[in-house]
Each structure stands twice: as C-alpha cells, then as structure tokens.
C-alpha cells in the first residue's frame, strides 16, 4: 500500500529533513551560552544600598566549545549594578560557569543594565539586569514621646521602637539625639546595631533606649534622629524639670523671748509645697548648735507625700537652756534635692527672781515655843512668765521650821508680780538651827536660807517685818509687791483666804 505521506519517488534524505527539523534533529552550530535565570531581577533595594549577590548560571548549548574573552555589564545604567566575579574561561559543550552580580542603586527608580560574555571566536552572549531602587522609610513609635513633670537632676528613661516602614532591607547608619536641648536628653542600649550590621526587613523594628534628665523647673524639647544613607529621620522628645518646694511662709522662724529653763509657747510651724511635683520626707529632726533649746513635739510632713499647693505641720516648743541668742534648724529630709531646712531663732532670758528677804534668822526661841509665821515674797523681776512647781523646806533641820502659807506653787507669776510663802520656826531642842526654804520653778531652783536657836526661854521671840505695800492682783490669784509685811499678808488673808494658803 502506498504511504500518502511520503510518495514514492522522493528521496529518504529529503524526507528526513521533512519530518525532523534541523533544530531538533542537533546542537546548533557553534557555541550557544543560555543564562538563568534569564532575565536577571534582582529584588527590591534601598538605594544606596548593595543587594545580596545573584549567582548567574550560564551552560553552553551548543556543539563548539566557548572561549570567554570578557565578563562586562554594560548600558546607560550599568554602574547601578556590579560584577563580582565569574569563573567563565572556556566553557565546552554541555558545561556550566557562574557570574556573580548584584544591584547597587544610587538613586530611587527602574534600573536596567545587559551582563554580556564576549567569546574569542563567537558572537557575544548576553542576559538583562532590573532592578528597582526605593528611598529609605524609618519611622519612629511613639513619633512624639513626652517625658512628662520629672524630678530636677534625677530624669529617667523609656524605650522608643525604629520601625523599617519602606519596601526593601534597611541598615541603620546611626542614632542620637539633636534639637535645641540636647544636653538634657540622650540614647543608651539599643539592639539597632549588630557586628557585621544589622539589616531590618520591611516590617522590622528595633529598640532604642532613650533618656531625660532636667536641670531646671523649665520645658526642654529635642528630635531622636537615626541616619541611614544620608536620609535622617526623627522623633520628637519633650519634658519638663520639676521638684518640691516645701517650706514655710516665714524662714527663719522667731520664736521671741523665754525665760531659760522654763518651757515657751508651742509654735506651728506650717509648710506648703509651691513646687509642681510632691515632697516625700522620710524624716524631721532638729539639729544645729542649740538644737537642745528646742523640742519637736510632732509631724505630719513625713506620714505622707506633700501634694503640690498641699501643706503639711511641725509642732515645735522653745526651751532655752540659758540665756542669750538661741538657733537650730528644723531639717526634713526626702527625695527632694537638699530637703528642706527652716531656722529657728529665739531668745533665753536669765531669770530674774526676788525673794524677798534673801534669808531670814527666827532668833532664839524656847523650846517647844513657836514663831509668829514669817512673810516670803517671791517675785518675777524678768520679762516673761514664770511657772511655780512648789515650795519645801529642806536642810539638816527641815523639821524645826514649818510651810504655813504657800502661794506659789502652781502659780504663774507674770512679769512684775510676786506670790506670798509663810513660814513659822518651833525648835524642839536647844541649840542653833538651819535650813532651806526651797522654790521649784521651770527657770531652775531658788533659795532662802533660814536660821533660828533653840533657847531655855521661851519669852525670847523673833520677828522681822517689812516696810508694808499694797499688794497687786492680776486674773484671779492675788500677788504681792516687793516688801509685803506678814501683818498685811494676814489682813489680806483675814478678808479673803490666800490662794492654797495653810494656817496653823
């Protein structure tokens, strides 16, 4: 049967040729070099930046062997990529070589370029270079950060992130801190920078450690910058200095005049805090040179911290010791810088006390015979008020001289007023007699000496009288002036009984 497809007569060489074409049949003639990836796209890249290297796979296809002459890139933009290399020499038949390249733009945009391998005795072979360039994007969070009210010469620090918002690998050039108060803020740890250089994929962020520290009660501003490839980017940092200011209305306080060794009025002593943070004391203590001539009674400034506009109290006694100038100064100490320090001042007055007399002798008296009671006035010469604790009688004979009258303890002997003590000798055996009249007072202890004789016979009496004076009366207790007689005690005392006044 006759084939229809291939009619006799026709030579088996064209037939050949009619159903195998010459490309399928052999390698083409000669050399033939085909690169992959063809073309060649390089991912997108930050400009400025270099890409990873690509490795170009080139095999000859053809049936003569490939002798290289040169490895080049080539076109208008070719120096926005870079050869690093290839091991093409002389490639046979079925063999492989590698080129290596990558993209390293200098400007943003579309970049194209041709790798071209010049044979020796052979057309040249080539494959085309893309790539596509993108501006560096960092973005801070927070953009803003404000520190808010911190304590002067203390600051402290908080973490902001470095986000890479573009579309292609960044690398941080450098992070720090610019703007008009670059003094009071600064960067420390940060996890942006790694040996070698860290590269942030699109999405990645690191973490910047970020400090402020104020030295005054003003506002300070500045800009986080972090530089990469000659772009900068920023955010912006705020804050403000502040610190407690506790201190009282009146600095140094008087506390006037005090009679030494007596107890003064208690002053309160009231503390504000005009600052724009609160005052936290731990303790109050007073202290200084006559840090003893003054006694805290109690304080509510280191219960609880002290609110800006809020207040707070000391209670403080004055108490000189002796007289003259007195200072100490009250200290609270917190975290505040210095604490607070308020002066005290005040004024010890000697006391000045007359008794009146001095000394008194009963004289000879008989035995078991008794004395008329004897005046004593005691009186407040200075010039603030005296407190009477009481009046005994001490000395190798106490018991031979008896309290009659006593006025004065308890009492509150005000400037230029006297108290009357009554006092009566009865010897119970011959012989000289002594003691001690004896008045307590907060200004120290006073004295009266006391004599008197015991005698055979009791005729001999003693008395001693002072020229009389009216006495004075100040509130309710009566006091009598200098040189009160015991008659005119006894006539006062006749109309009216003496303040816890004894007669016997």
Request: net charge negative.
């Amino acid at each position: 049967m006759r084939n229809k497809l291939f009619p006799l007569g026709l030579p088996i060489v064209l037939l050949a040729a009619l159903a195998f074409p010459a490309g399928a049949l052999a390698a083409p003639e000669g050399p033939s070099l085909v690169f992959s990836p063809a073309p060649v796209a390089f991912a997108k890249t930050t400009q400025w930046t270099e890409s990873p290297t690509v490795t170009v796979d080139v095999v000859n296809e053809g049936d003569a062997a490939a002798p290289v002459d040169k490895v080049t890139i080539e076109g208008p933009e070719a120096g926005e990529f870079k050869l690093h290399g290839s091991d093409c020499v002389q490639v046979d038949p079925g063999q492989h070589c590698s080129v290596w390249a990558s993209f390293s733009p200098g400007s943003s945009g579309e970049k194209q370029a041709t790798l071209e391998i010049a044979l020796k005795e052979a057309p040249t072979q080539t494959v085309q270079l893309a790539g596509t360039a993108v501006p560096p994007q960092i973005s801070f969070s927070p953009s803003v950060y404000d520190f808010g009210v911190q304590q002067v010469n203390r600051g402290n620090s908080s973490n902001v992130q470095l986000f890479n918002s573009g579309e292609a690998p960044i690398q941080i050039g450098s992070i720090g801190v610019g703007g008009p108060d670059t003094n009071n803020f600064g960067t420390g740890y940060s996890d942006c920078f790694a040996p070698g250089g860290r590269w942030l994929a699109p999405g990645d962020s690191c973490n910047v450690q970020v400090y402020f520290n104020p030295y005054d009660t003003v506002s300070y501003e500045a800009q986080l910058q972090a530089q990469a490839y000659g772009e900068t980017f920023t955010a912006e940092l705020t804050g403000s200095g502040g610190r407690a200011i506790v201190a009282p209305a009146d600095n140094p306080v008087d506390f006037g005049a005090v009679t030494a060794g007596s107890a003064g009025p208690v002053e309160t002593i009231t503390l504000t805090n005009s600052g724009n943070l609160p005052g936290n004391f731990f303790i109050a203590v007073i202290a200084g040179g006559d840090s003893a001539s003054f006694q805290m009674l109690d304080e509510d400034c280191s219960a609880a911290p002290v609110m800006p506009a809020g207040t707070c109290t000391v209670h403080v006694r004055f108490n000189p010791r002796s007289a003259g100038p007195k200072s100490a100064r009250l200290a609270l100490f917190g975290d505040d810088d210095g604490g607070t320090m308020v002066v005290l001042n005040g004024e010890g007055i000697a006391p000045a006390v007359t008794l009146a007399p001095p000394s008194f002798d009963f004289g000879a008296l008989a035995v078991g015979a008794r004395s008329a009671a004897h005046a004593f006035v005691v009186r407040n010469d200075g010039g603030a008020p005296l407190d009477l604790d009481g009046v005994t009688i001490s000395g190798a004979n106490l018991d031979q001289f008896t309290l009659v009258g006593d006025e004065c303890t308890g009492a509150t002997l005000e400037p230029d007023n006297g108290c009357l003590v009554l006092v009566r000798f009865a010897p119970d055996s011959p012989g000289a007699k002594i003691a001690t009249l004896r008045v307590r007072s907060d200004a120290g202890v006073f004295t009266i000496a006391l004599r008197g004789a015991g005698a055979g016979d009791a005729a001999e009496r003693s008395s001693v009288s002072y020229s009389p004076q009216p006495p004075k009366r100040r509130g309710k207790h009566r006091r009598f002036g200098r040189g009160t007689t015991l008659s005119a005690a006894r006539a006062h005392c006749a109309a009216a009984p003496c303040r816890k006044a004894r007669h016997l």
